[in-house]
C-alpha cells in the first residue's frame, strides 16, 4: 500500500527519542523560525475547531492573537504584505499610490524578510506557496531564488493539490531544476500538503547540522478552492455533520451594502448544497494541514531544536460562505474575510497566552527580524510583536487603528471558480466519459497526468492509441498509460488536449471552467490503485458538476439579478478599523477607480461588545455588520472618519526615515 505521509500524522504528549545532529561548529544561538501559512482559512466560520493538533501544539504553548487582521484580503496582496511589512498602499504597482491594479511582491528588496534573513547568515527554505506568482521568478530563464537556500515547490501552486511541476533549489545552488515529485519520492503520496510536510521535515534533518539557524517557510495549499480533501481523510470529511454556518448575515439582502451585495440574488436550494459541501471540503483538507504542524513540531523535538525554535500559524485572510448571499470566496471588508487566527509558541512566550491588542499580518517581518537580533528596516510599517508575545513594556503605545485595502476588483463569477464536483450514472453518456461509472470512485478529487509533449488523440479516446502515444511517459520513469485523460488548461498554460493518464489517477471528473464542462478520467477503473482514494465504492455526488451560475427561477441570466457574482470591477475599498477603550467600529469607503477624491459608498458598523468577551463565540450581533450606519452618523463625525482614513492611506516609511504608519 502506497504510503501517505511518513512523518507523524497524530502527536502524543510523549515525543519521538530526541536524536540531535550536532554541528561541528560552534551553533549559532540565535532563534530558528518556522512559519505554516494556510490559503483562505477562516476564523468566524470556526474553521479553528478543526485543527486540535494545531491548537494543543502551537496556540496552546504559545500565544493567540485574537484580533490579528490582514492589510489586504486576497492571496497576492496579502502576502506581499507579510514578506515586506508594508501595507497594501505602500506597495503599488510601479510605486503608483493610487488607481486600480495588482499589488507586486517586493519580497525581492534588500529590505524585505527573506533577502535580510538570508544576508544575516540564516539558511532560508520555501516549501508550498509562498506567492501567486512565484513560477515567473522559480520557473523560468529569468529565476531569481537569492534570498533562498533551498526551495522545493509548484511552479504554480495556486488551489492545485496534485500538481506534478515542481522546482527545486538545494545547497544554496546558483540554479534550480524542474521536476516531478513522484518521480523524485514515488514513496509519498503526490497530494500537497504531505508534499510539503515531508519535503520540510527531511529539510529539517540536515539544516540542524549546519551550524546558523533556519527559517523553514510552509504555505499550504488548502483550503482554496478548488478544494480537494486528502484521499485518506475522504470518508472522514463525507461523514462530518457539518453546513456552512447559518450565521445572522448568511443569504441576507444587504440593501444598504455594497451594490455588489445589495443586488445579489438570495441562494435559493440548488446552491446551498454546493456551499454545504464546500465547508465540508475546506474542514477536509484541514486534517491534512493538522497533520503537517504536527509533524514539523516533531522533528523539531526529535532534532533537539524546538526549545530554541519560534513555531507560527496563520492564513493570508480569512472567507466567507453565504454571507450577504455572496457564496465564496474573500476580497470584502467585512470580519469574516479580514480577520485570520495566528498562534506563535517559542523561547520567552508563556503558554496559553492571549493577545488582544491589534496585530497584523505586516507585524510577522519586523518581528522575525526583532527575534534574529536584526534592525528593521525604516520602510518596515509594522511593528514587532515581541513585547506582547513576551509581556515585555514596549517603547510605544500599541496600535489602535489599523487600515485595511483593496483595488483589484473584477467581474468573477460563481460556477467559473474551479469546483469540482462528481457526475454520476453508469457511464456511456457523458462528455467524453464512454465507459466508467463514476459512483464507484471517490468524489471531489483531481488527480491529472502529466502535460506529456504529445497528447493523445482528440475526440471520443481510443485506449491502445493512448497508450502508443503516450509511452514516452514510461520511458521516462513514470507510470504505465493506462488510459486518456483531457486536461482544460487556461491562460499560457499547455494547450488544452488528451493527455496520458496513469495508472494510480482517479476516474470521472469535470472541470467546470468552460461550458460544457470538460472530463477527466481513466478508461479503466479496475487498474486503478483502490488505496489512493479509500477503497472507491463511494456513492456521493448529485450528477451536477459545477454550482449554478444563478438562481433555478432565473428568466434572465445576463442580468446582474441573475448572477451569483463575488466580486465586480466597482468592489474597490478601503477600511478603518478602530478598536480602543472606548470605540469599537469598522469603517468603509469604496471608489472604482481607487483614488478616494469621490467616494462613491460608504459604510460603518458598530461593533461595540464583539471584543469583550474573551471566548469569542461570536453570538454578538455586531460581528456580523448588517446594519449600514454610516448614513445617521452626523456630517461631523463622518468628515472626521474620512480625514482618519485618509490619513492612515497616506502613511509610509522611507529609506532614510521611520514609517509613520500607526
Known amino acids: 500500500m502506497q504510503s501517505l505521509f511518513f512523518c507523524l500524522l497524530a502527536v502524543s504528549a510523549t515525543y519521538a527519542l530526541r536524536v540531535s545532529a550536532e554541528p561541528t561548529q560552534p551553533r549559532d544561538p540565535r532563534p530558528n523560525f518556522v512559519y505554516v501559512l494556510l490559503d483562505d482559512m477562516d476564523v468566524l466560520l470556526g474553521s479553528e475547531d478543526h485543527i486540535p493538533q494545531t491548537r494543543a501544539l502551537v496556540q496552546a504553548q504559545g500565544a493567540w492573537a485574537k484580533n490579528f487582521f490582514v ?8 502576502r506581499s504584505a507579510w514578506l515586506s511589512g508594508r501595507y497594501y498602499h505602500n506597495l503599488r504597482p510601479n510605486g503608483a499610490k493610487s488607481g486600480r491594479g495588482l499589488n507586486t511582491s517586493n519580497f525581492f528588496s534588500d529590505e524585505a524578510l527573506f533577502p535580510t534573513l538570508k544576508r544575516s547568515g540564516y539558511q532560508t527554505a520555501i516549501f508550498g506557496k509562498i506567492h501567486n506568482d512565484q513560477s515567473k521568478w522559480l520557473c523560468n530563464a529569468h529565476n531569481n531564488t537569492s534570498p533562498f537556500t533551498h526551495i522545493e515547490t509548484e511552479c504554480s501552486p495556486c488551489g492545485g493539490y496534485y500538481n506534478s511541476d515542481w522546482v527545486k533549489k538545494e545547497n544554496d545552488s546558483d540554479t534550480t531544476h524542474l521536476f516531478n515529485p513522484m518521480v523524485d519520492h514515488p514513496e509519498w503520496s503526490p497530494y500537497s500538503e504531505p508534499q510539503y510536510g515531508n519535503r520540510s521535515i527531511a529539510w529539517i534533518r540536515e539544516a540542524v547540522k549546519n551550524p546558523n539557524p533556519f527559517f523553514c517557510y510552509v504555505g499550504t495549499t488548502g483550503p482554496h478552492l478548488g478544494v480537494v480533501p486528502a484521499p485518506w481523510h475522504r470518508l472522514q470529511t463525507e461523514n462530518l455533520n457539518v453546513s456552512a454556518p447559518r450565521t445572522p448575515n448568511f443569504n441576507m439582502h444587504a440593501q444598504d451594502h455594497h451594490p455588489l451585495l445589495a443586488n445579489a440574488p438570495a441562494l435559493d436550494i440548488g446552491a446551498l448544497p454546493f456551499i454545504d459541501r464546500h465547508m465540508r471540503d475546506r474542514l477536509g483538507t484541514l486534517m491534512s494541514i493538522d497533520d503537517v504542524v504536527a509533524g514539523l513540531v516533531n522533528v523539531l523535538q526529535e532534532t533537539g531544536v524546538l526549545d530554541n525554535t519560534y513555531v507560527l500559524f496563520s492564513s493570508d485572510h480569512g472567507y466567507h460562505l453565504g454571507q450577504f448571499r455572496i457564496p465564496d470566496e474573500k476580497m470584502l471588508p467585512y470580519e469574516s474575510d479580514i480577520r485570520v487566527p495566528f498562534y506563535m509558541r517559542g523561547p520567552g512566550i508563556m503558554p496559553n497566552t492571549i493577545i488582544l491588542n491589534m496585530t497584523a499580518n505586516v507585524d510577522i517581518t519586523p518581528t522575525l527580524l526583532d527575534l534574529a537580533g536584526i534592525a528593521i528596516p525604516h520602510l518596515v510599517d509594522g511593528h514587532s510583536l515581541v513585547p506582547l508575545l513576551k509581556g515585555q513594556p514596549s517603547s510605544r503605545p500599541w496600535r489602535t487603528s489599523f487600515i485595511s485595502e483593496f483595488a483589484e476588483g473584477g467581474v468573477q463569477q460563481w460556477g467559473t471558480n474551479g469546483m469540482w464536483k462528481l457526475t454520476t450514472g453508469s457511464g456511456g453518456g457523458g462528455s467524453g466519459d464512454p465507459s466508467i461509472n463514476p459512483a464507484t470512485v471517490m468524489p471531489g478529487i483531481d488527480i491529472y497526468g502529466d502535460n506529456d509533449a504529445t497528447p493523445c488523440p482528440p475526440g471520443t479516446p481510443n485506449a491502445t492509441a493512448c497508450q502508443t502515444k503516450c509511452a514516452s511517459a514510461a520511458k521516462s520513469g513514470l507510470w504505465p498509460c493506462e488510459g486518456w485523460t483531457h486536461h482544460f488548461n487556461g491562460g499560457s498554460g499547455p494547450k488544452s488536449g488528451w493527455r496520458c493518464c496513469m495508472k494510480t489517477h482517479i476516474t470521472g471528473l469535470h472541470h467546470v471552467a468552460q461550458n460544457p464542462p470538460l472530463v477527466s478520467g481513466c478508461l479503466d477503473p479496475v487498474t486503478v490503485n483502490k488505496s489512493i482514494h479509500g477503497g472507491g465504492n463511494s456513492t456521493y455526488g448529485d450528477g451536477q458538476v459545477k454550482p449554478p451560475f444563478g438562481p433555478a427561477n432565473c428568466t434572465s441570466p445576463k442580468n446582474r439579478i441573475c448572477q451569483y457574482q463575488y466580486d465586480d470591477p466597482t468592489n474597490q475599498w478601503r477600511m478603518l478599523r478602530v478598536i480602543n477603550e472606548t470605540h469599537n467600529f469598522a469603517f468603509m469607503e469604496w471608489d472604482p477607480d ?37 448614513a445617521s452618523l452626523p456630517a461631523s463625525t463622518q468628515k472626521s472618519l474620512h480625514s482618519e482614513l485618509q490619513a492612515y492611506y497616506e502613511c509610509q516609511g522611507t529609506v532614510g526615515s521611520s514609517s509613520n504608519c500607526p
Do not use: R
Open 71 to 78: 492589510s489586504s484580503p486576497k492571496c497576492t496582496p496579502s
Open 594 to 630: 481607487y483614488v478616494f477624491s469621490n467616494v462613491a459608498h460608504s459604510e460603518y458598523y458598530d461593533m461595540t461588545g464583539t471584543v469583550s468577551d474573551p471566548t469569542y463565540n461570536f453570538e454578538h450581533l455586531g460581528w456580523w455588520q448588517m446594519e449600514n450606519q454610516f
